[in-house]
């Protein structure tokens, strides 16, 4: 569901009570989490900092902690306008609750009685009730992708002339570092998460490099290595429709084809053959990097995308495997880290290696 353009934020403090997400132990600690020791709480103190005012001056830019350009990512509440404050928000609070979860006011009444089995009176409301309300589906990683994608793919093209990190969407492993406040389904596959986030990457930089005066060759060789990477993995979806991306398509083709990849992808019942499919799949393409078709930089990037892809499909199959690959993979990290340098020969050796063992 939209978020609605007229719920009201409350601010994190209204979540910071012990007998709600501001307590001890596992199920009610997110709000400890969050401060203690998620990236996000420091999103807005990265624009006090030297590195900031140098991005920005380089941008033409006075004053980042008070410009739209850098606080829409860094400190969202600096965003909400007047009539959506319920309270008065924090902007140092940087990516809070409600960045993620969405504007609390439509839904912390149902959320605020609990649904546990034993309460009296009963429960009123469950998950479902409580996203009718306008709390957003994070459960669904669709909807997750979309969440953390919107600030983590796309940077506008004079931002990153000017200095500002390249960022690299990947939803399986970003997940873990954030770190995880939550426990997720026991259906849930980091597997499946990594497709669904590479699919919604793919869709973004897609549109990205068709708006005017954004694109460039980095972005263009970004976009391909995505296409290959999504690509590789696609007949997953036992979907001959949805395997049927060409390299070079025009980005508005692939752009709503990688829309229908990460809807399909997020609906799966997914199964560890599956991991194990498009574990195969990857390891296998070695030949790629022997073809003399695509240009270095392009195979940099495809080499980028490939090995954060082997490393999230190792952690969600069994631990043995991920143990007995580790050198193997580390050579293929470090090989894929040298992108200037990137020799697709050794990487592809290095692959084979890779896929032997497998
Ligand atoms: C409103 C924008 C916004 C949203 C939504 C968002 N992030 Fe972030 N994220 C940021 C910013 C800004 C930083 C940089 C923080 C800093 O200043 O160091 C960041 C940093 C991170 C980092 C550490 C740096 C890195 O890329 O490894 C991780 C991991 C991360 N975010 C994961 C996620 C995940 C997972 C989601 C979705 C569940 C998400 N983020 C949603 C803005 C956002
Ligand atoms: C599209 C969202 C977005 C916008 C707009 C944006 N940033 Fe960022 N920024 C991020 C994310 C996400 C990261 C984390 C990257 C990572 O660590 O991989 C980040 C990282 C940074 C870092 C490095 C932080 C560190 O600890 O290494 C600085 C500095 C920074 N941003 C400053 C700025 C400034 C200044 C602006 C405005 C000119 C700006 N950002 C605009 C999303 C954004
Ligand atoms: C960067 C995005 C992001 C931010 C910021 C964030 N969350 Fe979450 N949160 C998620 C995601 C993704 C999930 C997993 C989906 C789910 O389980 O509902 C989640 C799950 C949860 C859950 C469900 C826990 C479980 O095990 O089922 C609670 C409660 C929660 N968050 C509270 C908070 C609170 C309180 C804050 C602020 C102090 C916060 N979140 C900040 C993304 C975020």
């Known amino acids: 569901m939209a978020d609605s353009p007229l719920a009201r934020y409350v601010g994190a403090s209204s979540c910071a009570a012990s007998s709600c997400h501001g307590g001890a132990g596992e199920k009610r600690d997110q709000w400890v989490q969050w401060t203690a020791k998620d990236v996000h709480r420091r999103a807005h103190a990265t624009l006090t900092m030297a590195r900031s005012t140098q991005i920005a001056a380089a941008a033409g830019i006075a004053d980042p902690v008070h410009n ?69 589906d994070l459960k669904s990683l669709y909807v997750r992708a979309n969440t953390c994608v919107a600030c983590h793919e796309n940077v506008e093209h004079d931002l990153l002339q000017a200095g500002h990190p390249e960022l690299i969407f990947e939803l399986d492993g970003q997940s873990v570092s954030e770190p995880k406040h939550w426990k997720e389904a026991a259906t849930f596959s980091g597997a499946q998460a990594w497709l669904v986030g590479q699919a919604v990457a793919l869709r973004e930089t897609s549109w990205q490099i068709q708006r005017p005066g954004q694109s460039d060759e980095r972005l263009v060789d970004r976009q391909a290595g995505l296409l290959w990477v999504v690509q590789k993995a696609a007949p997953v979806l036992g979907s001959a429709e949805l395997g049927v991306l060409e390299n070079q398509v025009e980005p508005s083709k692939t752009q709503a084809l990688a829309e229908a990849i990460a809807q399909t992808a997020a609906k799966l019942t997914w199964t560890p053959a599956q991991t194990t499919d498009v574990l195969k799949r990857l390891a296998g393409s070695a030949p790629d990097f022997r073809t003399t078709g695509p ?61 032997a063992k497998l």
């Not at 306008?81 to 409600?98: K, N, T």
């Not at 580390?330 to 894929?336: C, G, I, N, Q, T």
Request: hydrophobic residues 40%; aromatic residues 6%.
């Open 295 to 355: 240009r270095q930089s392009v195979q940099a990037r495809r080499a980028e995308r490939l090995v954060l892809a082997l490393d999230r499909l190792l952690a969600a199959s069994d631990r043995s495997l991920e143990a007995k690959l580790e050198p193997e993979l580390k050579e293929l990290f470090r090989l894929a880290q040298i992108l200037p340098d990137f020799d697709p020969a050794k990487f592809a050796t290095a692959l084979e290696k890779f896929a």
């Open 68 to 136: 739209t350009r850098c606080t829409v990512c860094h400190a969202p509440f600096a965003e909400v306008p007047a009539p959506q404050r319920l309270a008065v928000l924090d902007r140092s609070e940087g990516v809070s609750c409600e960045s993620c979860h969405a504007p609390a006011e439509p839904w912390i009444r149902s959320h605020t009685r609990h649904n546990s089995p034993n309460s009296t009176p009963p429960d009123l409301f469950t998950y479902l009730d409580k996203v009718a309300d306008g709390m957003r």
